[in-house]
């Protein structure tokens, strides 16, 4: 086990909430690890799994879909959607070999700063232990 | 052919430059494919910096821009406009966030450059294949429909009107004014609440821009902002108002008393009525569900006495379909239903009434002619208890919010019961005083000081009769003791809650609502009078409870926001909607039944987006299983692209 591994890690940010989170962390000026790459999409309810499939695909170690808490929505309901789809996502990974843990999804509003720092802080603490994502990864 | 990308990192001072190696940036970028140039500049968004954005545009031939630097909700807009006057499309340019996302919140500078670094490329990615758009243009509808005659909607009409906009009113009720009409006196100044609302009233159905709905409904609305299409339903009235002549005839030989509505019940009123004198639109009503039956053989003999034949049996619900540019929903409150305040006696002793049953009592016009009279015996009470925020600030129980007004007009009751009965006492129940307004503390000062009202501070835990008169138990949290007051009569200041209907309406103009039912603004500061559904507004109570002068000023709001739209020729509607590949789509309908806006339906087999409706959300695109509806400028290919950047490439 590779303790020291740095994880690879791709956040689904939704542009309402989430990423608006994770601007007020850097307004904030609060500190989390640099793992974590963003992009930023119109609603977490636009993030296929496919998306997800071809992070782990191109190497991600870990998944992060986040959007506005539920009933916030911008779009009055595609988190519901997003939560509905990610959670069978998440069912089904160990289905194709890969720990359910790599997949994960949050609630951050504009004003959670902190939330979000905190969430990735715990993500990467949870994905180091499981060493490179080799399962999906597409064979070089 | 390939584009040709300019990539342009922003030092933003130190900001980035103290943890991003900026040149280093620009160096990787100008060896990735695509880029032809790079540059690093100190600040990008000033003038100069913006100025060399453009030079480089037309000397380099860029068909594409991405600016490393803050936030796009900062600077996007600049960007896009200094790279729309070089020649190019604005949707060709696109931010990388390092600035919030990477430089501020990282102090490892090989990390930061590293990250900075995947950020730009998958923005280049992105940009590689985003598409020149244009915005959409949407006409406008010049006329604007306001749901909810109360004090909010008849000013937003009148202000809508009085600025050469045709106003489309509609009304529940058979006359407009809502619950101001219903008050004795207003406070803080105790002006007269019908005086200075009946002349706005008239106003409106005088009005030629403004056309009235009463006792009618919105049913449907169809459209977009600057084009909704509104479906009313407006019930029959069984009388013509332009054949009644107001004689009162009809009410004379009615067989049939219902409780009054208008006075709460304090008093009945005939199956054919009208709501009150000064009602507008001036007529009569017959409630088809108190009178015995339209069959003239049933009664029929208001029918018989009206002599202008103004009364038709044969009268059926008419739908009318207006076409409106903006709606603005103005529906007020209801008070909290009594059922929920059984420990009160509320509903079940005659002389517990609520506030607005109390406004009734104390109006000239009401049910006693101004006088304070006890329901039960016509008895003048001696002492009185008033109970504030019954069923507010009680989030186990009741509703958790405050409902904001109840504390002003408890002091206004217990002032006007001091002018009617001199030698009474008065008594207030309350949590804490909240008299926030100009002149509200100084009114409460003087109902305490002057008036020599005694304001205990805590709960009452019941009312109940006991050899006629009403028992209060409580407790004085200051003085720390139990209290008993043997009352005459009780007036629960009762929470302010949506009117009934608010639910059905928002499901109708798809306009969200608050946890507490109330119509969301979009914006809890900066955007207190719009909803989260485009081109519709919002005014008074519905949105929140507040007071006459908050309703007022926020009615203005709405109709100035209205008029900010249905003033310019054409509306712009963003371009980033979603699209379809006809050969891919089996016409299964699944993105049609995602879609929150309504804005997809099947035509010929094959999903069709209207691009007025579409908001750009990409929930079809998750949904599709083929791939057959994407968002322009953000595609499963540019995602994709996006991803291998962010991860460092296959290599
Ligand atoms: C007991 C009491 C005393 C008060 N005293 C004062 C005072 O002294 N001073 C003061 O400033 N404020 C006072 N207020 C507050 C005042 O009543 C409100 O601020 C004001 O009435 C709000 O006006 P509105 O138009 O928003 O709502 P409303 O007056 O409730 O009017 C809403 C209108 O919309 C109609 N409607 C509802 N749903 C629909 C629908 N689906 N379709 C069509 N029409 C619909 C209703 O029939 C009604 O006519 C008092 C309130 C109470 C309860
Ligand atoms: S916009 Fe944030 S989840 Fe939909």
Redesign the interface.
């Known amino acids: 086990m590779n303790s020291e591994h740095e994880p ?1 890690i ?1 956040a689904f940010l939704c542009k309402w909430c989430s990423s ?1 989170g ?2 007020m ?3 904030s ?4 690890p ?1 793992n974590v ?7 977490s ?7 997800i499939l ?2 782990f695909n ?3 170690d870990g998944v992060l879909v986040s959007g506005c808490h539920p ?1 916030d929505c ?5 988190n519901m ?2 939560r509905r ?1 990610m959670a069978l996502l998440k069912e089904l990974l160990p289905y194709i070999g890969l720990e359910p843990e790599r997949f994960q999804m949050s609630w951050v509003s504009a004003a959670e700063g902190l939330k979000f ?1 905190q969430i990735i802080k715990e993500f990467v603490k949870q994905l180091k232990p499981l060493g490179p994502q080799t399962q999906l990864r ?1 064979s ?1 | 052919m390939r584009k040709k990308i300019g990539v342009f990192v922003c030092h933003c001072g130190i900001n980035i430059a103290g943890t991003v190696d900026v040149k280093k940036v620009a160096q990787e970028l100008s060896e990735f494919p695509g880029v032809s140039y790079t540059v690093d500049y100190v600040y990008m968004c000033s003038d100069p910096g913006q100025n060399l954005i453009i030079q480089k545009i037309k000397e380099e031939k860029l068909d594409g821009v991405v600016v490393a630097c803050c936030s796009p909700n900062l600077h996007e807009t600049t960007f896009r406009r200094a790279a729309q006057s070089a020649g190019l499309n604005p949707y060709e340019c696109e931010i990388a966030n390092i600035r919030e996302q990477c430089s501020w919140v990282h102090k490892d500078k090989d990390k930061a450059t590293e990250k900075a670094i995947k950020i730009t490329k998958g923005i280049v990615e992105k940009l590689r294949w985003n598409e020149p758009l244009q915005p959409i243009k949407v006409p406008v509808t010049k006329r604007a429909l306001i749901i909810g005659g109360g004090i909010a909607g008849i000013q937003t009409a009148l202000d809508l009107a009085n600025s050469d906009i045709e106003v489309v009113l509609v009304e529940k009720n058979p006359s407009i004014g809502g619950h101001m009409i219903q008050l004795s006196e207003t406070f803080p100044t105790l002006d007269c609440s019908q005086c200075i609302l009946t002349p706005k009233m008239v106003e409106v159905s005088k009005h030629p821009k403004i056309k009235l709905y009463t006792y009618s409904e919105v049913q449907e609305v169809t459209g977009y902002v600057g084009n909704f299409q509104a479906k009313i339903l407006k019930k029959p009235r069984y009388v013509d108002p332009d054949k009644c002549t107001l004689c009162d005839e009809c009410t004379q030989v009615c067989p049939v008393v219902v409780p009054n509505e208008f006075d709460l019940g304090l008093t009945g009123r005939k199956a054919i009525y009208i709501p009150f004198p000064q009602a507008i639109p001036a007529t009569y009503t017959l409630d088809i569900e108190a009178c015995p039956g339209v069959l003239p053989i049933a009664c029929g003999k208001c029918w018989d006495v009206c002599e202008p034949k103004a009364i038709d049996f044969d009268m059926k619900p008419e739908i009318v379909e207006e076409k409106v540019g903006a709606i603005v929903v103005a529906t007020g409150y209801d008070l909290y239903d009594k059922k929920n305040m059984a420990e009160y006696g509320y509903g079940k002793y005659p002389d517990v009434l609520d506030g607005l049953q109390f406004e009734r009592l104390l109006s000239a016009s009401g049910p006693t002619r101004g006088k304070i009279l006890r329901p039960s015996d016509h008895k003048e009470p001696k002492e009185i208890v008033f109970i504030q925020c019954v069923g507010s600030r009680d989030p186990e129980l009741h509703n958790k919010y405050c409902s904001k007004i109840c504390c002003m007009y408890t002091a206004k009751h217990a002032k006007l019961y001091k002018h009617h009965v001199h030698d009474g006492q008065a008594y207030v129940f309350y949590i804490d005083i909240r008299a926030g307004g100009k002149g509200y503390e100084e009114f409460v000062n003087r109902t305490m000081e002057e008036e020599g009202v005694l304001y205990l501070r805590g709960k009452v835990s019941k009312v109940f009769e006991e050899n006629g008169k009403l028992v209060v138990w409580g407790v004085d949290t200051l003085a720390g003791q139990d209290i008993e007051i043997r009352a005459d009569m009780v007036v629960l200041a009762m929470a302010i809650r949506p009117s009934s209907g608010a639910e059905k309406l928002a499901k109708i103009l798809k306009a969200a609502q608050d946890t507490d039912g109330f119509f969301a603004e979009a914006h809890p500061k900066l955007r207190p009078v719009e909803s989260l559904t485009a081109g519709v507004f919002l005014a008074g109570v519905a949105q929140a409870p507040k007071d006459i002068p908050d309703t007022v000023a926020q009615a203005g709001g709405a109709a100035i926001k209205v008029v900010s739209i249905l003033s310019q020729p054409e509306l712009l509607h963003s371009p980033l909607v979603a699209q379809v590949n006809e050969h891919l789509c089996t016409g299964c309908s699944m993105c049609v039944d995602v879609c929150p806006f309504s804005a997809l339906s099947i035509v010929e087999g094959k999903a069709k987006v209207n691009e007025v409706l579409c908001e750009g959300c990409g929930t079809c695109a998750a949904t599709c299983l083929r791939s057959a509806i994407e968002v322009k400028n953000l595609t499963h290919l540019q995602v994709h692209d996006m991803l291998t950047a962010s991860l460092g490439g296959l290599k």
């Not at chain 1, 000026?29 to 989390?32: D, G, H, V």
């Not at chain 1, 309810?45 to 998306?51: A, I, K, R, W």
């Open positions: 690879k791709v608006a994770s601007d962390a850097g307004v000026r609060l500190e989390y640099s790459i963003p992009i930023t999409v119109m609603c309810g636009s993030v296929s799994p496919l998306y071809s992070a191109l190497g991600a009933g911008h779009y009055i309901k595609g959607y997003a789809r720092t597409r070089l």
